[in-house]
């Protein structure tokens, strides 16, 4: 595992999985992105990109994981139980959530989602040791030498966005958030100021957005505006949408470009559109 800082994106599709040739380039796997620095690994969400993350993972054990959820809709954790190193007793796996409120805890969503009716087996199956942690969003949190820091994000039930610092380098992970009507959100400017990665849910575009005001996602016009007030370096548009295809995709990507022109001092894109596979190390 190299030392410094590197993200690779394992799913990228928003809301439903999904596949067919026309999804062959950016991929049809819902989301999930592996964060790696100073010989640790952060994993944030489980939706079904983490099945293949896992596998490889497998052939590593032991493992000493983290996975931070930005919430714990269905498309952000289906994958979770296919995820290989939870069945392996040599490994050790963290998660950790933000935006639960009492009642509801990590551990009774991950076990309600794991039984009679919807599943055939129970959270006792997991073999490696797994601990449940909650924590309260706006925190900043520590991961061996990353700093995680957290922010509140604008999307039903919760949801929490992420920042990672190590090496004077930096990763944010914001998605499922539906933008504000009256300018630019500030508390993810203020996250994401400076950062030289920002992976934005641009589900929609602003033309498409006002027929699904309301169902907390945002658009990849308004991940630019971000980016810009924020001084961010490379924008990753991501999240997409199980309705845009390839071709689609194609066309967000060339018109962004027209947004955001040029590279980085480290050579990396200001734009670009998150495809499964996708690494990048700023």
Same mark, same amino acid.
């Given at each position: ?22 999804? =062959?380039?950016? /991929? %049809?796997?819902?989301? *999930? ?6 010989? +640790?690994?952060?994993?944030? $969400? &489980? ?116 920042? =990672?610092?190590? /090496? %004077?380098?930096?990763? *944010? ?6 933008? +504000?009507?009256?300018?630019? $959100? &500030? ?96």
């Amino acid at each position: 595992m190299a030392d410094g800082l590197k993200v690779r994106f394992w799913g990228v599709r928003g809301s439903i999985s999904c596949a067919g040739a026309e999804y =062959v380039r950016y /991929g %049809g796997n819902t989301s *999930c992105l592996e964060v790696t620095a100073g010989g +640790r690994r952060l994993i944030f $969400d &489980a939706g079904t990109g983490i099945r293949s993350l896992g596998l490889q993972l497998a052939r590593q054990a032991p493992l000493d994981i983290d996975i931070y959820f930005t919430h714990t809709h269905l498309d952000h954790i289906s994958g979770l139980t296919f995820f290989a190193p939870l069945f392996d007793q040599r490994n050790s796996v963290r998660l950790w959530a933000g935006h639960l409120e009492a009642p509801h805890t990590l551990r009774s969503v991950v076990s309600n989602l794991m039984q009679a009716p919807l599943y055939p087996v129970s959270v006792d199956v997991f073999r490696s040791r797994v601990d449940f942690n909650e924590f309260d969003c706006g925190e900043t949190l520590a991961c061996g030498d990353m700093v995680v820091r957290t922010t509140h994000l604008n999307h039903p039930n919760g949801a929490t966005g992420y920042r =990672v610092d190590h /090496g %004077g380098k930096s990763i *944010c992970y914001i998605t499922d958030t539906e933008h +504000r009507p009256d300018g630019l $959100d &500030a508390n993810i400017v203020e996250l994401c100021r400076g950062a030289d990665v920002m992976a934005y849910d641009s589900s929609y575009t602003d033309a498409e957005y006002p027929q699904y005001r309301g169902w907390g996602h945002s658009t990849w016009q308004e991940g630019v505006r971000l980016a810009d007030a924020a001084g961010v370096g490379t924008l990753a548009i991501f999240h997409h949408d199980p309705s845009h295809d390839d071709v689609f995709m194609d066309g967000v990507g060339h018109q962004a470009a027209t947004l955001r022109p040029g590279t980085t001092p480290n050579g990396l894109p200001r734009v670009l559109v998150a495809h499964e596979g996708l690494t990048l190390a700023p």
